[in-house]
């Protein structure tokens, strides 16, 4: 069965500094990938998605992902985390099939320091 | 272009009662998903709606919830009789046909006393 793993609950970052979040998946096929990010007591927000061809795909907010088959991963990045940053990111998988239900991590939630 | 509508945004209800959550998708978008978050944990599928069907319902309890999406109108989500372990916030994502790109609504987050 697919599935989504977010390894770390939280992290904690001071504003200036790099960011990676990480996301692995268990996919059969070539999986559809997304990362959402969600500020408290908001939805989700779209950040950015791969569905095929070049592994470094670049999202809003000056966010990206790569993503790895040999290692099945889809880690989030950004070079330079700003106090607005601080929200809970979602990676996740479309199920396949005819539904293209979206199967979740559980979340990271990202502090920022001043 | 207005976004996914979910109302109302927060819901108060006693055990026993009934809730109704509202979701309009995106202008456009004829494929509804509802998912719930529980407290402290991601966002887990429920069902997944066209217009006037349900497509995929095996994320739905068995028991006391139901889903449709009428030919016009929002996406309803219904829970009869809510208990204490409903409380959740409830998202509702559109997609336009032949998408894998969901787009969620800010949610609705039921509390049941």
């Known amino acids: 069965a697919q599935s989504v793993t977010q390894p770390d609950i939280h992290i904690t970052v001071s504003e200036g500094a790099s960011l990676e979040l990480r996301c692995n998946y268990s996919y059969g096929a070539t999986p559809y990938l997304f990362w959402y990010v969600q500020s408290p007591g908001q939805g989700l927000q779209l950040l950015l998605k791969?569905?095929?061809?070049?592994?470094l795909v670049q999202g809003i907010k000056g966010f990206e992902a790569e993503f790895k088959r040999s290692q099945s991963s889809f880690n989030l990045r950004k070079p330079s985390v700003h106090w607005s940053d601080a929200a809970e990111y979602f990676c996740a998988v479309v199920s396949g099939g005819a539904t293209n239900k979206l199967i979740f991590g559980t979340g990271t939630l990202l502090a920022v320091q001043p | 272009n207005a976004g996914v509508m979910q109302n109302p945004r927060h819901l108060v209800r006693r055990r026993g009662q009934e809730a109704r959550l509202r979701c309009s998708p995106m202008k456009g978008h004829s494929h509804v998903y509802w998912y719930r978050q529980l407290p402290e944990e991601g966002l887990k599928f429920m069902v997944y709606l066209q217009k006037e069907n349900i497509i995929d319902e095996s994320g739905m309890p068995k028991e006391r919830f139901s889903a449709e999406f009428p030919k016009e109108g929002p996406s309803i989500l219904r829970i009869q009789q809510v208990v204490r372990g409903d409380s959740a916030a409830y998202f509702c994502?559109?997609?336009?046909?032949?998408?894998?790109?969901?787009?969620f609504g800010p949610g609705t987050r039921l509390t049941v006393l």
């Open positions: 791969y569905f095929s061809g070049d592994t």
């Open positions: 994502a559109s997609s336009p046909p032949s998408s894998d790109t969901q787009y």
